[in-house]
């Protein structure tokens, strides 16, 4: 059974790439995420950047990472036979929705995939304007941006569990998260 409820942290690869052709890689870094899944059925996602990643990486996140820019996303498939979800990521945050961090308004899907651990793998591309209101960041969504736009890319994301004092995982992953804490 998919755990539907979750907050863990991931050791993220993440690849920069144009927004037109997002095969054409610009850059790469090593990031730490915080993935959270949530709703009455699971179908919400949030995908939230939370700092770079030394070199290299240690087996657990830092205790004090926080969501910086979350992506959302709603549940589109589902299978438990191949243990994946899928979501489509979204342009514009439904009202009911509050985030940790600064919205980040994107096109895309993410693959959660609940196997030997919790794995991430996501295609998105974004454009968006930056501005101030109330002293929070705001970003807000450009349907369609200029060529060459500095605030429109593409992501490829691969994400993979980490050990997180931070963590709280419900469902039938929670027998790995005291696998992974006995192990340190």
Excluded at 71 to 84: K, R, Y
Excluded at 141 to 170: L, N, Q, T
Aim: hydrophobic share 40%; proline share 7%; net charge negative.
């Amino acid at each position: 059974m998919l755990a539907k409820a979750f907050v863990v942290a991931m050791a993220a690869d993440i690849a920069r790439s144009d927004y037109a052709k997002p095969t054409l890689i610009r850059s790469r870094s090593r990031e730490w995420l915080i993935a959270c899944r949530w709703g009455p059925d699971g179908e919400y996602l949030s995908i939230a950047t939370a700092g770079a990643m030394p070199e290299p990486g240690g087996p657990a996140a830092p205790d004090a990472i926080s969501p910086i820019h979350s992506l959302f996303g709603v549940l589109a498939s589902e299978s438990e036979a191949e243990a994946t979800s899928t979501f489509l990521l979204v342009r514009q945050l439904p009202v009911q929705i509050g985030l940790a961090g600064t919205f980040f308004p994107a096109d895309g899907y993410a693959l959660l995939q609940q196997r030997d651990t919790i794995r991430l793998f996501c295609e998105t591309r974004y454009s968006h304007s930056c501005g101030w209101l109330d002293g929070k960041e705001i970003r807000n969504d450009i349907p369609d941006p200029a060529p060459s736009s500095a605030e429109a890319m593409a992501w490829h994301i691969k994400a993979k569990r980490c050990s997180w004092i931070g963590e709280f995982v419900s469902g039938s992953l929670s027998h790995e998260r005291r696998a992974i804490h006995a192990a340190e």
